[in-house]
């Protein structure tokens, strides 16, 4: 009888240990999703383009979408530069500013989402989304 308590005691201990270092794993799992300061991406060299005077230039970007970025404008003409994207099928490079995609409306299908997303990258020579940013050189 004695020992049978005690491999039950022992089994709730077990139990107890199991449960707290589950939670603890979920602890720093939460901490780390919500908590934990990102280190902030002070901007990346980026090939850019005007879409007005067609002028390519390698500038470091932090926030392209955001209109107080002095950093993205051109040089030549003080427009502002989108990304240098390619088009994969045609080949024809276009100016791209890469802003929030659209808010998708409530119950869309994910496979819907993704083509919103893939809207705001299309080709505008070929209509293709087939397309990507150009890499520093
Ligand atoms: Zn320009
Ligand atoms: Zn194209």
Redesign the pocket.
């Known amino acids: 009888m004695i020992s049978i308590k005690g491999w039950s005691k022992l089994g709730n201990s077990w139990k107890w240990a199991i449960f707290s270092l589950l939670s603890l794993a979920l602890a720093s799992v939460v901490y780390l999703n919500f908590f934990r300061v990102a280190p902030e991406e002070r901007g990346a060299l980026r090939t850019l383009k005007c879409p007005k005077c067609r002028h390519v230039e390698e500038k470091v970007v932090v926030d392209i979408s955001d209109p107080a970025e002095t950093q993205c404008t051109c040089s030549e003409c003080g427009e502002r530069m989108g990304y240098l994207f390619k088009?994969?099928?045609?080949?024809?490079e276009f100016s791209l500013i890469e802003k929030e995609p659209p808010k998708p409306e409530p119950g869309m299908k994910t496979m819907a989402k993704f083509h919103l997303a893939l809207e705001a990258r299309k080709?505008?020579?070929?209509?293709?989304t087939?397309?990507g940013p150009v890499p520093v050189k």
């Open positions: 088009c994969e099928d045609c080949q024809y080709c505008p020579n070929c209509g293709s087939h397309t």
